[in-house]
């Protein structure tokens, strides 16, 4: 069986032909006709600037958020496939994990939510699956506007969330979510992935096309969190890997940030990146040979 677990982001989509993520930007302004107070700049934070945004709107008295992320999730559906979504599909991970909002890597709208919850706004639980892989979608989807993660607010209720299951236990009303903490649950050796955190702790996971630039707060705590268990409280056993592809030529650029990551327990790989579709490629096919290493060994 195959075991392989992906942590995906908006970088793939970039190799398709569209709109892009600043284009997105400028129609979210231009939705909110916010253009004439509201200016773009590489120092805001994303987060803090869709805040900006919406509350420059709603104080303006011509905006619902629900009709805001409803326009959103109509941009983001909009964005095509390509050669690397259908790649990743054929290495059949048992996991996908991403924090875009279409569904370019699964091929297909998935219209059966396969999580143990339906989750309206946050994304704990968000799952779907198609042809043998399960899909979450962290950050929310399309087909659920509300859930799509943007603002500072929705990462601070997704992250209370994200530490309630993790450190200190759930109060859903559903017998389907376990009570304990996953703490308690990977102590007990009662983890059965109930939500894509779990992964974090149990398998390895192989991230790439994300930037995790510092404003994505919800995944540097997981990330910090994780290891801190492993160096430093050591309350349960952390056995797994998680892996960090970057093209070769941001790898001065970005140090600041490898640093952090490899603090924090996370094995920086990198390829030659001159050539977006090609680095994407060599990923897969390093994916790829590991998967089939793995498998024979199982044999």
């Avoid at 143990?116 to 799952?127: G, L, M, N, P, Q």
């Avoid at 404003?215 to 969190?225: A, G, K, M």
């Avoid at 960090?244 to 490898?258: D, G, H, T, V």
Wanted: glycine letters at 4%; charged letters at 25%; hydrophobic letters at 40%.
């Amino acid at each position: 069986m195959n075991t392989l677990v992906l942590l995906i982001g908006n970088d793939i989509n970039n190799i398709s032909s569209g709109q892009s993520w600043k284009d997105l930007l400028q129609d979210i302004i231009t939705f909110c006709h916010t253009g004439d107070s509201v200016v773009i700049d590489d120092k805001k934070p994303f987060p803090l600037l869709y805040e900006e945004i919406f509350l420059t709107a709603i104080r303006r008295g011509k905006l619902r958020e629900k009709d805001l992320k409803a326009f959103i999730a109509i941009k983001a559906a909009e964005i095509k496939g390509n050669e690397i979504h259908t790649a990743i599909r054929a290495l059949k991970p048992a996991h996908i994990l991403t924090t875009n909002y279409e569904f370019t890597l699964e091929g297909r709208t998935p219209y059966e939510n396969t999580s143990v919850i339906t989750e309206k706004f946050y994304s704990i639980f968000r799952r779907y699956k198609l042809d043998d892989i399960t899909y979450w979608h962290i950050h929310g989807d399309c087909l659920n506007p509300m859930s799509i993660n943007l603002g500072f607010e929705h990462y601070g209720g997704q992250l209370q969330l994200m530490r309630n299951y993790v450190v200190s236990g759930t109060f859903y009303s559903s017998k389907e979510v376990p009570k304990a903490s996953l703490l308690r649950r990977i102590h007990a050796k009662q983890v059965y992935n109930h939500s894509w955190i779990d992964l974090f702790f149990t398998q390895d996971v192989h991230i790439f096309g994300l930037s995790l630039d510092f404003v994505e707060t919800d995944l540097w705590w997981l990330l910090t969190y994780r290891a801190r268990q492993k160096f430093h409280h050591k309350n349960i056993p952390v056995p797994n890997n998680i892996y960090y592809y970057i093209p070769e030529e941001y790898m001065l650029s970005a140090k600041f940030k490898l640093d952090l990551l490899a603090a924090n327990d996370v094995n920086i790989i990198s390829l030659p990146g001159k050539d977006k579709l090609s680095y994407y490629k060599k990923i897969i096919q390093s994916l790829d040979k590991q998967t089939d290493r793995s498998s024979q060994k199982k044999m």
